[in-house]
T-cell receptor, first 113, second 112 residues
């Protein structure tokens, strides 16, 4: 696609529910990244993939968070048993191999009530 | 990853040149310096990237001294629409699957 697409744009869920956030990167982009951003803060790295391989998941806060990119394109970030502290903007980005920077999506605003 | 230090906020007026300096004393030999811009309710947007000396594109210039322990993003003749948060990052060349670590950035406010 023309840009990085994330869905849903907004998600409100009750504590304890599982949520799945989707990212559709720019076609052909090898690398895909997940970040989380709290209000007034810079994006916080969660995990990233090269093709379908998860290269680094050191930023995932705990084992309730997981991500996959099974076919090297679309990625899903799953949060199990959501907690209020999980509320944030979740941002996905992708990049090519050309060194021209990340392209970020518009993000998914997650609110856990 | 090298840590960066940049001013929390800066104010300017339309038409002026704005220079935002970032310190990265522990930059590694193979690290690049990258700047992103973020408007409210949007994701960060790549502005410019460099390794040494000077890089210029249609949006900004990036000045990097020989020791590479700092860098300066220069925005010529800013307008109200340049009001945003600007992030300085150091790390591997983007596109090599290298993760980048964002700090809190510099909030630039441009007024009439």
């Amino acid at each position: 696609g023309a840009g990085v697409s994330q869905s849903p744009r907004y998600k409100v869920t009750k504590r304890g529910q599982d949520v799945a956030l989707r990212c559709d990167p720019i076609s052909g982009h090898v690398s895909l990244y997940w970040y989380r951003q709290a209000l007034g803060q810079g994006p916080e790295f969660l995990t990233y993939f090269n093709y379908e391989a998860q290269q680094d998941k050191s930023g995932l806060p705990n084992d309730r968070f997981s991500a996959e990119r099974p076919e090297g394109s679309i990625s899903t970030l799953t949060i199990q048993r959501t907690e209020q502290r999980d509320s944030a903007m979740y941002r996905c980005a992708s990049s090519s191999t050309g060194g021209d920077g990340y392209t970020f999506g518009s993000g998914t605003r997650l609110t856990v009530v | 990853l090298a840590k960066t230090t940049q001013p929390i906020s800066m104010d300017s007026y339309e038409g002026q040149e704005v220079n935002i300096t970032c310190s990265h004393n522990n930059i590694a030999t193979n690290d690049y310096i990258t700047w992103y811009q973020q408007f409210p309710s949007q994701g960060p947007r790549f502005i410019i990237q460099g390794y040494k000396t000077k890089v210029t594109n249609e949006v900004a210039s990036l000045f990097i001294p020989a020791d590479r322990k700092s860098s300066t993003l220069s925005l010529p003749r800013v307008s109200l629409s340049d009001t945003a948060v600007y992030y300085c990052l150091v790390g591997g060349l983007t596109g090599g699957g290298n993760k980048l670590t964002f700090g809190t950035g510099t909030q630039l406010k441009v007024e009439l």
